[in-house]
């Protein structure tokens, strides 16, 4: 071997090594290994010429890598933070163009940045109101934030975490770190949902949410065995049903290129993701004025004001009144208490969202809100929805009532009779075998026949006929020979 042919090969070396170390002193190690198995020859020279060696810090393409780490560059996102406020649509969307170089970085981006792509279609007047304005000063505040990804490294653990909603689908996947053993975000996923998405259902969202980041994370999944976890318990069970709609049914043949275990978790344990899908860009004035609104209704309701009343000589079964406004600590947490006229109105916002099962709509309120009873209030509204009992409702032909069979306690009393085949023909061109069996000893008899056709059966009844007797019964299918 030549000696510029092994220099080569180390240099080969070096690469495909660097490429799976885990830092900076492993790269640093790899290398000092490799250039010492260098032969000492005068003809082999290593000239570091268009490349640059070893680095713990690196910027490429607007992004900064650092300790397998990856955040977006301060020279780039220094422009959407001293961006002016936009003026007109053009400048709005020149804002999302910006804004949306960094998705991947920001958790719920598109629900973010509906307010602003609402209006930035053309034939749309240009109204940057309060929404659009919180829309803008998040992305401004998450970018100073300096957002953080992992470095995506294969062979390590990997989970997909899938959220869905009426007002969006997110997913973010993580890998397991092997420095603290914990799950780190590698990409975010989110968008918002059209409006012909807006009308599936809770379920349809569900699967779709995987369907779309499965193919945004394809490039880093296929091929290699991965978790997908969702709050959707129904999933876990689409492959082995029979009966499935075309829209599902389709979205499944895209799950069989892939090597995953699908989980499911309640969404009180999925709020990392939840807030991709639904989390709304809420100004203080919205939040005012929803406070104002509870703040009224709780002056007006007798239950609320006797409770008021019972705090004003001292604490009471864990309420609290702040800025006029009475709480309740629950589960740890300190929730509003809603008056008994808004209770319907919570409720009903809570599960027409998407629809949601008697317990998704629970944890989505209980976090937040009290309302006595809530979980039988839940129930009975479920219960009466109409899109609900639409969309649950079995489709086809219906089953018709079981009869039960009367046994019998003598033999030859009643015959259960059907055809098995068709068959292989024989040599005398029989394709069907007519079973004929006894209901009290079980006992079978097996006629071949050549057609399933009534004559057939008739000859071959008559044959059993002459040898045992004429039966009181006979049990058939609905089968067209037989009726």
Known sequence: MRPNETVFQYLVAIRELANQSQGFLDETSIMEYCINGIPDSPSNKLILYGCTTIQEFKEKLGRIIENNKLFPSPSKTKSVVHYPEPKTTKEVQRVLGLTGYFRKFIPAYSVIAKPLSDFSRKDTPFNFDVKQKASFDEFKRLLCQKPVLGIYRQNCETEMHTYASIDGLAAVLLQRSSDDNSLHPIYYMSRKTSETERKYTSYELEVLAI???LTKFKVYILGMPFKIITDCNAFTKTMS?????TRIARWALNLQDYDYTILDRSGSQM??????SRIQVLTNQCTDFIL???????????HILSIKALLQNGPYDNYRIKNNILYKFTDGAEVLVIPDEMHHHFIKNAHDKGHFSVKRTLEHIKNNYF???LQSKIEKYVSNCVTCILKNKKSGKQEGFLHPLVKDDIPLNTYHIDHLGPLATSHKNY????SVI???????????TKNTSTSEVIKKLDIQKTTFGKPRFLITDRGTTFI
């Open 241 to 245: 049903k029979k009966d499935i709609n």
């Open 438 to 448: 006894d209901s009290f000893t079980k006992f079978v008899w097996l006629y071949p």
């Open 292 to 302: 104002h609104r509870i703040k009224e209704s709780q002056e007006l309701d007798p």
């Open 431 to 434: 394709k069907f075998i007519l």
């Open 271 to 276: 709020a990392h993701v939840d807030a991709l």
């Open 371 to 373: 309302i006595p009873q």
């Open 211 to 213: 369907i779309e980041a």
